[in-house]
């Protein structure tokens, strides 16, 4: 079976991740935070293809 394009990154290789956690600043205040970064695909670890 040939390769095909991977549909999560386009084809790209890389994709957006998003990771949401909860901290504690000095104050004891609990704060959502949201980090964003961009990345080897995850659903075909960087190829760009599948299968």
């Known amino acids: 079976m040939a390769d095909q394009t991977c549909s999560s990154c386009g084809g790209s290789g890389v994709t957006e991740h998003t990771e949401h956690t909860v901290?504690?600043?000095?104050?004891?205040?609990?704060?959502?935070?949201?980090?964003?970064?961009?990345g080897p695909c995850s659903a075909c670890s960087g190829r760009g293809t599948t299968g």
């Open 23 to 38: 901290e504690t600043d000095q104050n004891g205040h609990q704060t959502p935070v949201t980090r964003t970064w961009t």
